[in-house]
């Protein structure tokens, strides 16, 4: 079964969004092996995403795809397309989105794939919860059936 894991900064406290993303994940089990893991989020001491994005890089592994304001715009059909592509070569694609803070440079270097769902800012715990829609939209483009219209 494919593997997919969202690596993530921070803690979701919002029970409504923590139900989203669980309904989500629940929905991608059909498809793949889904797990989150989360790096703890720093006090913005200066050097947060310096050691945020440390223990992001460490935890690093398969075909990356970052959330990067600075990305390439997909649309669903890419994202799928490129999830697809990706497990050619490796059996877990893992989806990385940064702390409030951002990603060092190196953790950009470090990704196969950035992507942005626009230019706009979003909150970083809403952003979890597109990000679990998107890639159950993009199993389901995949796979064929009718979820995306």
Do not use: W
């Not at 889904?34 to 945020?52: K, L, M």
């Not at 997909?74 to 893992?94: M, R």
């Not at 597109?130 to 159950?136: D, N, T």
């Amino acid at each position: 079964m494919k593997k997919l894991e969202i690596l993530c900064v921070g803690k979701i406290k919002e029970r409504y969004i923590n139900d989203g993303i669980d309904e989500y994940l629940k929905r991608l089990g059909r498809y793949c092996s889904v797990s989150v893991r989360e790096i703890p989020d720093r006090q913005d001491d200066g050097r947060a995403a310096d050691e945020e994005s440390k223990e992001l890089l460490s935890a690093m592994s398969g075909y990356v795809i970052l959330a990067d304001i600075g990305g390439a715009l997909f649309t669903s059909e890419q994202l799928a397309d490129t999830i697809d592509k990706a497990y050619l070569t490796s059996d877990k694609v893992q989806f990385v989105i940064g702390g409030s803070r951002g990603v060092t440079d190196a953790v950009r270097r470090r990704a196969d794939c950035r992507v942005s769902f626009g230019r706009m800012t979003f909150p970083h715990r809403l952003m979890r919860l597109i990000a679990a829609e998107q890639l159950y939209r993009a199993f389901t483009i995949t796979a064929g059936t009718s979820y995306h219209k």
